[in-house]
């Protein structure tokens, strides 16, 4: 199977300048991820799971290591590549599903649905019948689907959410706890999808608060308590 | 500090905008200190930092009204070469008409306050040559149209609009001629919040629509936080930090931009 991603030493602390102190997040870890595959992150609260998945978007800055993407253009290393490229493989290759939902004053869940696609340059009646479909299959109302995501409960948002970021397949997926809440019917398609991008290649992080929802998807766990052995034997503990 | 000058890339769109090394002064008190930054196609770029910190001294020389000590300014256009800051006035005054588009925080400076609405629009219209009655008719009604200015009042002169309708006329002004950079300096400053987040809403339409290239200046950290791309932290006319919106707000680096970040309600 083919690498997505390659990590090599990567560590992430905050410096908190008010209080002239550092937090370190996580050290030296070390792991890769091919095809298809999926990993899960688990850790105590603090240990840094969430905080992996933003170095690994660039949402965080790391202080160290290397994280190298195998993109349609060649190898990248996501820490150093210019804004500009994070910003267009964020476009097209790598997503990152979170638990909410960036609703925009007057945008209809529709649109928002859809806007990943016209992005990424399909036509808009075409992206706008992909996001139907999506949004009926996370269970949302067909009544809501011209209405605004602002005024939605959090779990209708959160429908919305992941219909916006799994329409587009994506090389490398992060999921920041993803079923945090979600009925059962949203979470069946949640999986349902999840497996679907899966068989098609897309490689995935996760952290899941209740990792039984996904079980059968995971190939591989990181722990990330800090005090837990070495990265190469925490690597490919079974679940 | 620049932006992204120099790194390692694979996209390979040349950036619409580049300045390099652009110092400004005032007689003692230096406004901008060797600022470079990029802009590429459909991207929006804000600028903040507090009063004083050359914000909108670095947007006003990117509108050509001011001239700094030195640097460069390009713009990757078909027709448009060499560094801009060494054109004459009228090829300045063409360009801007043209290529370049601004809406100021204060109507004033961008408006004839007596005259109609779509007379304004018209007006820039005029300046690059425009000279047929029924286009720069419909030419001035469709950018009022897209800028979401009620048509029943293109009478209607600036003076005796509300703030958030007196820049709509502004902005309608500015994308008349399609330009490829629109410049925003503090275009929401002073409106209620309900009518912010109307012009917002206008402006991240347009942007999506057109993909029209963007700078903008504010001081208000949720308009850009909703708007830009990329962010570049400004203080004392330097630039302190610059990089991704996301990676600002969430992991700011620089000391004065986590002060910054944890001042917003």
């Known amino acids: ?239 | 500090m620049t932006l992204t000058l120099d790194a390692p890339r694979i996209v390979t769109t040349r950036p619409l905008v580049t300045l390099r090394d652009v110092t400004k002064t005032y007689g003692d008190v230096q406004a901008v200190t060797r600022v470079s930054a990029e802009v590429f196609p459909g991207e929006v770029l804000g600028i903040v930092g507090e009063s004083g910190s050359g914000k909108s001294t670095l947007l006003r020389m990117m509108n050509l009204e001011d001239t700094p000590d030195s640097g460069s300014y390009t713009l990757d256009l078909p027709d448009v070469q060499g560094n801009l800051f060494e054109l004459g006035r009228f090829a300045r005054r063409m360009l801007c008409a043209t290529k370049i588009g601004i809406v100021y925080q204060n109507p004033h400076l961008g408006l004839l306050m007596k005259h109609s609405s779509s007379g304004n629009v018209a007006e820039r219209l005029l300046i690059a040559g425009e000279r047929r009655f029924s286009v720069l008719r419909d030419k001035a009604r469709a950018a009022l149209a897209a800028s979401e200015f009620p048509l029943e009042r293109l009478d209607a002169p600036p003076i005796e609009l509300s703030g958030g309708m007196q820049q709509r006329v502004q902005l309608a002004k500015a994308i008349a001629l399609e330009p490829a950079l629109l410049l925003l300096d503090e275009p929401t400053t002073g409106l209620d919040v309900s009518v912010q987040a109307l012009v917002l809403d206008t402006l991240k339409r347009l942007q999506q629509d057109r993909n029209i290239t963007m700078v903008i200046v504010s001081h208000d950290l949720g308009v850009i936080r909703t708007l830009a791309d990329r962010v570049m932290v400004m203080r004392r006319g330097e630039v302190v930090e610059a990089g991704l919106v996301d990676q600002i707000f969430q992991d700011p680096q620089h000391p004065y931009t986590q002060q910054l970040v944890h001042a917003k309600l």
Not at chain 1, 36 to 51: D, I, R, V, Y
Not at chain 1, 168 to 186: I, Y
């Open chain 1, 1 to 239: 199977m083919s690498v997505i991603l390659h990590v090599q030493g990567l560590t992430k602390g905050f410096t908190m300048h008010h209080l002239g102190s550092q937090m370190a997040a996580f050290s030296n870890i070390s792991f890769d991820l091919n095809a298809g595959e999926f990993l899960l992150l688990k850790g105590q609260n603090g240990a840094g799971k969430s905080t992996m998945l933003r170095t690994l978007y660039r949402s965080y800055l790391a202080q160290a290591g290397q994280v190298l993407f195998h993109s349609d253009h060649g190898v990248i290393d996501l820490l150093r590549a210019a804004d500009v490229d994070v910003t267009h493989l964020r476009r097209t290759e790598i997503g990152f599903v979170t638990q909410f939902l960036v609703a925009r004053p007057r945008v209809s869940a529709e649109d928002l649905v859809a806007e990943p696609l016209r992005m990424a340059g399909h036509s808009a009646p075409q992206a706008l019948d992909k996001a139907r479909y999506w949004l009926k299959a996370f269970g949302v109302k067909d009544s809501l689907w011209r209405a605004y995501p602002t005024t939605f409960s959090g779990g209708e948002q959160q429908k919305v959410n992941l219909a916006r970021a799994l329409i587009l397949p994506r090389k490398l997926l992060l999921l920041d706890e993803p079923t945090a809440s979600l009925d059962a019917h949203a979470r069946v398609a949640l999986v349902a999808r999840l497996q679907e991008l899966k068989q098609n290649g897309t490689a995935m992080i996760g952290v899941f608060h209740h990792p039984d929802d996904v079980e059968h998807l995971i190939d591989r766990v990181i722990d990330l308590t800090p005090d837990a052995p070495n990265m190469e034997d925490r690597a490919d503990v079974a679940v």
